[in-house]
């Protein structure tokens, strides 16, 4: 406001000044081009025309007004007297603002000034000489820049550490940066070590701009021209330093530049003043070697700079003149001890001049670092310490005097000796980075690797300290870093690791390409250490330089450091110092004020293993810690945030399940649960709140799978955090629905979730103001058990509602409120976890050994769904009884599953027990009857609150989503139980079985078939998608079916033949129209034959075989199906229809085989047998009625009235003497059920044919003449009559297949046994005991029953002997006794009628009776026996072979099928029979 005369004057001389962004200087035009190759000087007209492009274009008289400038002094003018005044003003003069911006240290960090008095021994500020004593509050000021940047945005924060988003780039800097390619272009960047500026530089321009907030600053990008190379050797980026102005202009700032081939420039001010982007000095260092390059440039004293070329040569560059004005001189720092002024000078030059050399000494060794160390004892002197590959240097610098060489040591020997001192072993060591301590000390990042380990190189942070100025130091510290670099170090260029301590210390800081690491030195140890990781997009490009001596009085409690990042801008790194030194002092990590840092009394340590990101801790705790810190930084900084530039990555070399890594994911997760997490930000809206630990909560997972870990978290604890990540979901929605009720009445029902958490926390100890509130704030982890809760509390408060009409309203309102609760709990959790499947990944295999259970699916949670489901639908019942007749009427008509007892007779019948039938009424459902215009007219409102039949409706589409969750819970139970091998999964599925059709059903009644459809579908329940299709929607019942059939393929079909097999509807499940559905059915039918041979399936499946044209499988089903036939006809008409398709069979081409044969026989057999019951039966009628002198009757019918009983009777007797019903009463009484059985027309079995056919010892003939039938029935009745006991042995060996072995040996002796009783023996005996002629032996012995059955079985029947032929010994009952009468007859008995057999019960004594009688068979065989019935059966069977062998001699054939059987008949009367011709005589003997 207020400037002098020549200030304006001076404006009127200068151009005035540019736009607000862009600062412009065409000082390149001006410049003789630059002399490069092809390549490297297209890619600096490329920098030129973007920076150009990118430019404010400057008035033309401005650019006339552009000149050279020199280095004389006399060119520049001289300083005003205020700025002189105001640069030797004392401090304690300076402003009340700045004094108050110094920082000050809080009572806890006070201690750590004098812990060690060369780390915290305060540098005294001199009181004379230029800059000196503004010097602290320079620091005072950049201290404040800081704090007040660190209330920016926050990319990072631990518990001692974190990271700012201090300033973004100028649009200018941004586009200079995105125009060039970093990789190949070389670019610098760096800030100021006071104040708010920061550059960028390439080869041809650097960019200076102001990104504090500093009153005064310029808010601008000033464009500065860089000096161009001499020759053309290089395209390199320049060395740039940011000079501080004199004084308090902290607004301002001047820029010193230097180019690889040292030319330098230097802008006194940039922004105000005299200075300005087109205004600068410039110099040439004259390097002594021209292929060397100019690489650091350091600040030794304000206005004083030492440059550093590649081979180690060192210029000494100022600024300013003697009298403090603006002036640019450099020389070349020389080991000689001359002067460098005065006469001295002169001297020197009339010598030679000084000796220059380099402090590269050997061959391959180059530049690494330089650093400013502390003051000497020379005024207005500082040490300045040059570090090569191998070497370290000192030197003494100063303004007033000439500079001295100290030394040079061998660095690499000296950290090479002390690591193998330490490590015991034998180490290579290489160096990167060199900076001083406050108290002098030097620091070097070193490089360790021990080539016998095989072990990675090992950063490490040495200590070394001189005992006096001019001695080498010793190495007194090695602290290795946990820190490993992904990739290989260098030790020049923008790869190699830079070392920085702010204020000279404790805080280290050493930045790689892609990385900080942030250290706190104390005495005996590293008492702090993180890493700070950068993407890889965002590269680091320069940080804040340390700032020259003297340092700040007292340790600031907090230290910082600026950086530049390609992407993000600048940032700042901040350490709480004095938190941390507190903290280790307090642990006893620091050692005595005087001790070593490394004592050498403890012997050799182990070699220190490089460690990942997080780090390897020395304990499992300490690991769990920074697994945790770094997952806390990372969720609450890093995932989700693209705009984060910080990199968050961790790595696990744990073999497996990492128990660190689980254990501090659970404790972030568990944190962000419980609302305990430091990190996480109160807030007034309780919705957003839950919201974000919501995310939080995911970010875990999301974290730890983003860093390929998620194989390193157990089933288990993925399940644990998917929980909290479900709780907090369950909450936020839980919150919406408060919010929501709280706009409805005053009420129970309404208050519903604030009584009950509030009773809940009361419960457990816990009283709050806002139990609500606090329980969302705190205690969502919960959740679970307050719905446990609402369950066993629900029914008292529903039962204390109900004493009045309006309560019993707000009973049924709880009722609904409580479903609302429960749907909105576990329906926002299930969705949670459903939509973030992939991300937790706990639906694979479950392990055995780790499986864990969730929180949804509890017995509790299970329970409670169940109840609310029965609840809902009695209160479904409970108001349409009341305001809805047509739903109630739907819902009484209808019984679930389970409702009744199925096998009751007397229960009511239900929609879902009707047959199959197209014409069965459907119950339509909602969507069907009524739009919803129409419904709601008819609701007449559309609150539960206010309106019953809203209420109604809510209440039945609140069923829907209760059994999906009750049917999800189920089946995770059950997935749980099953793999742990649980005893009780297989009741807990029988439960779920019931529960889910029943559920599924009950939506049909209540108009909401649709939802059932749906839940069906999902959960695969295919018997009751069947009975949804004929239930509600028969009309389309085809097209239903065949889109399910190929939906579910082969188990949908299988269920809907079970459905028609069940309810007996043969006809639709024959009627099959796909061919899949054919192929299906004609599984499921030998599946279901398999499982029950006597089945419905083996009586209707032939007709499927037929169908698909497989008539030997319907042959073989026919078959069966006759021969497990009750009924004879019936018998008769199936395996007359297994006959024809055998000849189906057989007429196919190639069809006939042995079995085909096989089969054929046994169903010729079959059908004889069903043939010799139709004969029975025509001669037991015709026998009856001729005994009643009935008239005869073309057909016989059966019939089950009285007369038709006393017929059976009367067959039973006129076919048996009186004797044998004296006799065998109890087996008469069988054979009595037997012919009724026969009257019948029932099929009988083998052995009860057997049976029927042996017993009767009465058997009239029929008498054509007389009978009811024709002769040629007659005949055959009366044939079967007289062959009825060899019949009954050919009718045994062809049953003989499919019978046990003991029932065809007890059948046989039976059939033989009665044989050999047939006839008198004792009268034969009495007959032929006197003195008879052979010839009557043999008649008396041919007129016998026993040569009648030999006779018919081995020469009719040609039965095999001795297969199905008996001697009279080997025929009693006593050895089948037990197997006759406990096994075949006595339990048929028992059995009654109820079987279908017609047998009818008898008294508890028919087993002694059957007993006896069977042994009065044996005994009259005994008594046969002892009347010589051996020696006549022997004859007898003698006599009948005879006769088969005259009868099968070529001489007298038999039949035309018997001549080619000679041999084997003539072996029937010698071999088969046990004698030969020779014996007839003694056999004679023996008879007579």
């Known amino acids: 406001m207020f400037t002098s005369p020549s200030v304006r004057v001076r404006r009127r001389q200068t151009a005035k000044q540019p736009p607000a962004e862009v600062c412009s200087g065409e000082l390149a035009a001006a410049q003789p081009p630059l002399k490069r190759n092809s390549s490297l000087a297209g890619s600096a007209s490329t920098l030129q025309n973007s920076s150009r492009l990118q430019e404010v274009s400057l008035p033309a008289g401005q650019q006339q007004e552009q000149q050279s400038h020199t280095d004389a002094s006399s060119q520049h003018p001289h300083p005003q007297k205020k700025q002189a005044l105001e640069s030797k003003r004392p401090v304690w003069l300076a402003p009340l603002t700045q004094r108050a911006r110094r920082p000050q240290l809080a009572h806890e960090s006070s201690a750590h000034v004098s812990r060690d008095s060369r780390l915290a021994a305060p540098e005294e500020a001199e009181e004379t000489g230029f800059g000196e004593a503004a010097q602290p509050d320079r620091t005072g000021s950049t201290a404040e820049s800081t704090r007040s940047m660190g209330s920016g945005h926050v990319l990072l924060r631990g518990d001692q550490h974190a990271v700012y988003d201090a300033a973004a780039f100028p649009e200018a800097v941004r586009r200079l940066l995105g125009a060039i ?108 070697d021209a292929a060397d390059r100019c690489e650091q440039i350091t600040e030794v004293y304000p206005a004083l700079y030492v440059v550093a070329t590649a081979k180690g040569y060192l210029f000494q560059v100022s600024l300013h003149n003697p009298q403090g004005a603006a002036e640019l001189a450099a020389h070349c720092l020389s080991k000689s001890a001359g002067a460098r002024t005065g006469m001295l000078s002169r001297v020197s030059s009339l010598l030679g001049g000084p000796q220059l050399a380099p402090a590269t000494a050997a061959a391959g060794d180059a530049l690494v670092g330089v650093a400013a160390g502390a003051r000497t004892e020379i005024r207005h002197s500082r ?107 260098a030790q020049s260029g923008p790869g190699r690791p830079r070392l920085v301590l702010p204020e000279g210390g404790p805080a280290a800081f050493v930045v790689f390409r892609h990385a900080v690491v942030a250290l706190v030195l104390a005495a005996a140890a590293a008492a702090f250490e993180e890493a700070v990781s950068f993407r890889n997009e965002d590269a680091i490009l320069g940080v804040s330089t340390a700032p020259p001596f003297p340092y700040a009085r007292q340790e600031s409690a907090e230290s910082n450091l600026m950086l530049t990042c390609v992407g993000a801008g600048v940032l700042q790194v901040c350490v709480e110092v004095g938190k941390i030194l507190s903290a280790a002092s307090l642990a006893g990590a620091s050692a005595a004020t005087d001790a070593e840092p490394h004592g050498t009394e403890m012997g050799a340590a182990p070699w220190p293993s490089p460690g990942t990101r997080v780090g390897k801790a020395s304990s499992p705790d300490s690991l769990e810690r920074e697994y945790q810190t770094q997952i806390e930084q990372a969720v609450f900084f890093g995932v989700g945030n693209t705009h984060n530039p910080l990199s968050f990555t961790i790595t696990s070399h744990a073999a497996g399940v990492d128990p660190a890594l689980e254990t501090a994911a659970l ?88 009584n009950l958490v509030a009773s809940f926390l009361e419960s457990v100890g816990l009283q709050t103001r806002d139990s609500l509130r606090s329980f969302f704030r705190q205690h969502v982890a919960a959740v679970g058990d307050v719905l446990v809760f609402m369950h066993r509390n629900l029914p008292a408060l529903r039962r204390a509602l109900n004493g009045s009409e309006s309560g019993r309203h707000d009973s049924q309102l709880v009722s609904y409120e409580a479903n609302r609760i429960v749907v909105a709990v576990l329906q926002s959790a299930m969705m949670f976890r459903f939509q973030n499947a992939a991300l937790y990944d706990v639906d694979c295999l479950p392990e055995l050994a780790a499986a864990s259970e969730r929180w949804t699916e509890h017995p509790a949670i299970i329970d409670l769904l169940v109840q609310r489901l029965e609840g809902s639908y009695r209160l479904c019942r409970e108001i349409s009884g009341q305001h809805c007749a047509s739903v109630y009427e739907r819902i009484s008509a209808t019984t679930l599953p389970s409702d009744e007892d199925p096998g009751d007779a007397n229960r009511s019948l239900s929609i879902f027990d009707a047959a199959v039938s197209i014409s069965h009424p459907c119950l339509p459902d ?231 044969d096989e089969a054929h026989a046994r169903l010729e057999d079959a059908l004889e047998m069903c043939q010799v019951q139709e004969n029975l039966v025509q001669y037991l009628t015709t026998v009856v009625r001729d005994s009643r ?144 002629p052979d010839s009557e032996l043999r008649a008396e012995l041919e007129q016998t029953h026993l040569h009648a059955v030999l006779e018919n079985c081995l020469i009719t029947r040609e039965l095999a002997h001795p297969d199905w032929y008996l001697l009279p010994a080997d025929a009693f009952a006593a050895d089948d006794l037990d197997y006759l009468v406990s096994t075949r007859l006595e339990p048929r008995f028992a059995s009654g009628s109820e079987d279908g057999s017609g047998w009818k019960p008898l008294s508890t004594t028919t087993a002694s009776a059957l007993q006896k009688d069977y042994g009065v068979e044996d005994s009259r065989l005994r008594a046969a026996i002892d009347c010589g019935l051996d020696n006549y059966y022997t004859e007898i069977m003698r006599t009948v072979s005879d006769q088969m062998s005259r009868c099968r001699s070529p001489a007298h054939p038999a039949d035309g099928a018997a001549s080619d059987m000679d041999a084997g008949s003539s072996s029937v009367g010698t071999e088969v029979l046990g004698y030969d011709e020779d014996e007839d005589d003694e056999m004679q003997m023996e008879s007579d």
């Open 667 to 754: 404790r972030v997760s568990q944190s962000i649960l419980d609302n305990t997490s430091h990190f996480i930000v109160d807030r007034l809206d309780l919705g957003a709140h839950l919201n974000e630990r919501l995310r939080r909560a995911q970010a875990v997972m999301q974290f730890v799978a983003d860093s390929g870990l998620a194989a390193k978290l157990s089933r288990e604890t993925r399940v644990h955090l998917c929980a909290h990540a479900e709780k907090l979901a369950a909450a936020a929605t839980l919150w919406e629905y408060q919010n929501d009720i709280w706009a409805k009445k005053a009420g129970a029902a309404s208050q519903l979730l604030a």
């Open 383 to 489: 040490e300045v310490f040059v570090l090569t590959r191998q070497r370290l240097a000192k030197w003494v610098v100063s303004r007033a005097h000439p500079e001295k060489f100290l030394f040079s040591m061998d660095i690499l020997h000296a950290l090479s000796a002390e690591a193998a001192r330490r490590f015991d072993a034998d180490v290579d060591a290489s160096v990167y980075d060199v900076a001083t301590t406050r108290s002098g000390d030097v620091c070097v990042v070193a490089g360790l690797r021990a080539p016998a380990l095989g072990t990675r190189e090992q950063l490490t942070v040495a200590v070394l300290r001189s005992r006096r100025v001019s001695t080498e130091p010793e190495v007194v510290g090695l602290w290795p870093l946990r820190y490993a670099p992904d990739a290989e170090l």
């Open 1189 to 1332: 002198g009935h008239a005869p009757e073309l057909t016989w019918r059966r019939r089950d009235d009285v007369s038709d009983k006393k017929a059976v009777l009367d067959a039973a007797m006129l076919t048996t003497t009186p004797e044998t019903r004296h006799d065998r009463p109890a087996l008469y009484i069988v054979y009595n059920e037997l012919v009724r059985c026969i009257w019948n027309g029932r099929t009988l079995s083998a052995e009860d044919l057997v049976d029927a056919l042996t017993f009767p010892d009465s058997t009239p003939a029929i008498d054509s003449a007389s009978a009811s039938c024709s002769a040629e029935d007659a005949e055959q009745c009366n044939a079967l009559v007289r062959e009825r006991c060899s019949l009954a042995v050919d009718i045994l060996s062809r049953a003989s297949i499919g019978l046990p072995e003991q029932t065809r040996e007890a059948a046989l002796k039976t059939i033989w046994r009665r044989v050999f009783l047939s006839d008198d023996w004792p009268a034969i005996r009495k007959r032929l005991g006197g003195n008879v």
């Open 181 to 288: 390619d970093l990789a190949s272009v070389p670019t610098a960047a760096g800030l100021s070590s006071s104040g708010s500026f920061a550059f960028v530089a390439t080869p041809t321009t650097c960019l200076v701009w102001s990104y504090g907030s500093a009153a005064g600053a310029a808010a601008g990008v000033y464009r500065l021209a860089m000096p161009d190379p001499a020759d053309a050797a290089g395209f390199e980026a320049p060395v740039v330093a940011l000079v501080p102005p004199a004084g308090d202009a902290q607004s301002d700032v001047g820029v010193l530049a230097c180019s690889a081939t040292g030319q330098l420039r230097y802008w006194d001010c940039v922004a105000f003043g005299l200075g300005g982007t087109d205004r600068f000095h410039s110099a040439s260092l004259e390097l002594p």
């Open 926 to 1156: 909602a969507a069907d009857t009524h739009s919803n215009e129409e419904a709601r007219m008819r609701l007449g409102s559309d609150d539960p609150y206010v309106s019953s039949l809203a209420l109604l409706r809510e209440t039945i589409d609140q069923i829907g989503p209760l059994a999906n969750l009750c049917f999800r819970a189920f089946v995770d139970r059950i997935t749980l139980l099953q793999a742990t091998g649980a005893s009780d999964a297989a009741e807990l599925v029988r439960r779920y079985d019931a529960a889910r059709p029943r559920y599924l059903l009950c939506l049909v009644p209540l108009a909401r078939a649709s939802v059932a459809y749906r839940l069906a579908e999902e959960y695969q329940d295919l018997a009751t998608l069947v009975t949804l299709v004929f239930t509600t929607d028969s009309g389309n019942a085809a097209m239903q079916l065949r889109r399910y059939s190929e939906r579910f393929g082969r188990p949908f079909a299988d269920t809907l033949f079970a459905y028609y097999d069940k309810r007996q509807a043969w006809a639709s499940l024959l009627d099959t129209q796909d061919a899949s559905f054919d192929a299906w059915l004609k599984e499921y039918i030998d599946q279901r034959m398999a499982a029950d041979p006597h089945g419905p399936m083996a009586q209707i499946g032939w007709i499927h075989d037929v169908k698909m044209d497989d008539f030997g499988a319907a042959a073989a089903k026919l078959a069966r199906a006759g021969r497990d036939s009750l009924d004879v006809d019936q018998a008769r008409t199936m395996l007359s229809l297994s006959k024809l398709a055998f000849h189906a069979v057989e007429c196919q081409e190639g069809s006939c085989d042995a079995d085909i």
